[in-house]
C-alpha cells in the first residue's frame, strides 16, 4: 500500500532563505506526483506535476526534483518570501489507480 | 472561466439529515474527484468519475453517494449525516488522469 510521508509537519525560516521540503513514498511504482499549496481555510492549489519519466519541474523560484528509486522528491524554493507561508502537500498517482495518495503537509511559515 | 466550483461553502447539519454537495467544473474534464480533509488524515478520496454517468468508490465511500448525470457537474450526498463526516470537503477535477485541479471546499460540521 502506498505511503507518503512528509517531513518536517512544521518549518519556521526567515524571509530571504533557500529551503527544501520533503516528500518520501513508499512504493516506487508512481504514474506521477503533484505539489500543492494550501493557505489557511482555502482549496488546494497545484504547483508543479512531474512525469514519472521526469527527473524534475521548474516553475519561478521553485524547483521540484523526483527520485523514484528511492522514493523521494524535494520541493526547493528560492529566496523565500512571506507570502510563501502556507502549507505544502505532495501526493502521488499510482499506476493502477486514478487517485492521489497525499501526504500531511508542511506547514511553512516565513518570517518578515 | 471558474475552473471549479463548490456549492455550499459553509453547512452545519444535526445528525440523521441529509444534503447534497454540489461541484462544478467548467474546463470540460472527464474525470472529477471527491475529496475529504481532516486534521492528522490529510486528504481521502471518497469517490470519483472518470466520465459521464459513471461513479466508483475511492477509499472512504461509506455513508455516501455521487452522481455525474452531466459531464460538467459531480453531486456528493450524505443520506443520514453522522458527526463522523464533519470535514472539509473538497472536489477536483482532471483532463484524463493528469495534473488535478481543486474547489475552494465545503465545511460541514455534524452536530
Known amino acids: 500500500k502506498q505511503e507518503v510521508t512528509q517531513i518536517p509537519a512544521a518549518l519556521s525560516v526567515p524571509e530571504g532563505e533557500n529551503l527544501v521540503l520533503n516528500c518520501s513514498f513508499t512504493d516506487s511504482a508512481i504514474y506521477n506526483l503533484q505539489w500543492f499549496r494550501q493557505d489557511p481555510g482555502k482549496g488546494l492549489t497545484s504547483l508543479l506535476l512531474i512525469q514519472s519519466s521526469q527527473r524534475e519541474q521548474t516553475s519561478g523560484r521553485l524547483n521540484a526534483s523526483l527520485d523514484k528509486s528511492s522514493g523521494r522528491s524535494t520541493l526547493y524554493i528560492a529566496a523565500s518570501q512571506p507570502g510563501d507561508s502556507a502549507t505544502y502537500l505532495c501526493?502521488?498517482?499510482?499506476?493502477?489507480?486514478?487517485?492521489?495518495?497525499f501526504g500531511s503537509g508542511t506547514r511553512l511559515l516565513v518570517r518578515p | 472561466n471558474a475552473g471549479v466550483t463548490q456549492t455550499p461553502k459553509f453547512r452545519v447539519l444535526k445528525t440523521g439529515q441529509s444534503m447534497t454537495l454540489l461541484c462544478a467544473q467548467d474546463m470540460n474534464h472527464e474525470y472529477m474527484y471527491w475529496y475529504r480533509q481532516d486534521p492528522g488524515m490529510g486528504l481521502r478520496l471518497i469517490h470519483y468519475s472518470v466520465g459521464e454517468g459513471t461513479t466508483a468508490k475511492g477509499e472512504v465511500p461509506d455513508g455516501y453517494n455521487v452522481s455525474r448525470l452531466k459531464k460538467q457537474n459531480f453531486l456528493l450526498g450524505l443520506e443520514s449525516a453522522a458527526p463522523s463526516q464533519t470535514s472539509v470537503y473538497f472536489c477536483?477535477?482532471?483532463?484524463?488522469?493528469?495534473?488535478?485541479?481543486f474547489g475552494p471546499g465545503t465545511r460541514l460540521t455534524v452536530t
Open positions: 501526493a502521488v498517482k499510482t499506476d493502477s489507480s486514478y487517485k492521489l495518495i
Open positions: 477536483a477535477s482532471s483532463y484524463m488522469a493528469y495534473e488535478q485541479y
